[in-house]
């Protein structure tokens, strides 16, 4: 089955600059990869995904980047605010209708430092 | 639509009781998932249903574990008996289609066995 690596667990920023967290999948059948965050004591919600077929996709401060050669994505948040602190998962799932599963990376703790 | 629905929000147990978990997805969603979260292990998936049929139960952690989906409309997870390595917060997720398009989580039952 899949296997998603991430990291790193734990990140601490200042308020205004830059913030990745990476991920490894081990199945290259793998062709979605969507990101969630969740703050303190709520659930789990997207904030952007990306598709096999694209490289990289970007929304206002945040940016996803894939390289399928590698199996590796990742997230880039540029211009970090405070509200940007809570811990963010990856995951990748296989396009399959009616036989697939999204399967989570560990989680990053990201805390902006004001 | 109000969204994914959970219940109980929290539930405090004796280790050895039986504890059932309730969720109601989105109208029109087709897939379901159950995640368990805890701090060591994060979100694991422990069973996906598609239309009502539950398709992989791989991540069920042992035969205390049960779930069902009678309908579209709800799902129940229970475990029988009760442990206190049971501990956790617990995530019902739908999406449209499964596969490539986003998953929805509910509130969360942060379940706790004493």
């Known amino acids: 089955g899949e296997n998603v690596e991430q990291h790193p667990s734990t990140l601490s920023v200042q308020e205004g600059d830059s913030a990745v967290i990476k991920c490894t999948y081990s199945d290259s059948a793998s062709n979605y990869f969507p990101w969630y965050k969740q703050e303190l004591g709520k659930r789990p919600q997207l904030i952007i995904d990306?598709?096999?077929?694209?490289g990289e996709k970007k929304d206002q401060r945040i940016a996803v980047t894939l390289n399928k050669t590698a199996k590796h994505f990742s997230l880039h948040i540029t211009e970090t605010q405070p509200e940007d602190s809570a811990v963010y998962f990856c995951a990748a799932s296989y396009l399959n209708f009616g036989n697939e599963k999204l399967t989570f990376g560990t989680g990053t703790r990201l805390t902006i430092i004001p | 639509d109000a969204g994914v629905i959970q219940s109980p929000r929290h539930e405090v147990t004796e280790m050895g009781q039986e504890v059932t978990l309730r969720c109601k997805p989105i109208s029109g969603h087709n897939s379901l998932f159950w995640y368990r979260q805890t701090m060591m292990r994060g979100l694991e998936l422990l069973i996906y249903f598609n239309n009502n049929v539950p398709i992989d139960d791989s991540g069920m952690p042992e035969d205390r574990f049960s779930a069902k989906m009678p309908n579209a409309s709800f799902s129940t997870l229970k475990i029988q008996p009760s442990e206190p390595r049971d501990s956790a917060v617990y995530f019902c997720?739908?999406?449209?289609?499964?596969?490539?398009?986003?998953?929805?989580f509910g509130q969360g039952t942060r379940l706790t066995v004493v």
């Open positions: 997720a739908s999406s449209p289609q499964g596969g490539g398009t986003e998953a929805f």
């Open positions: 990306i598709r096999s077929n694209v």
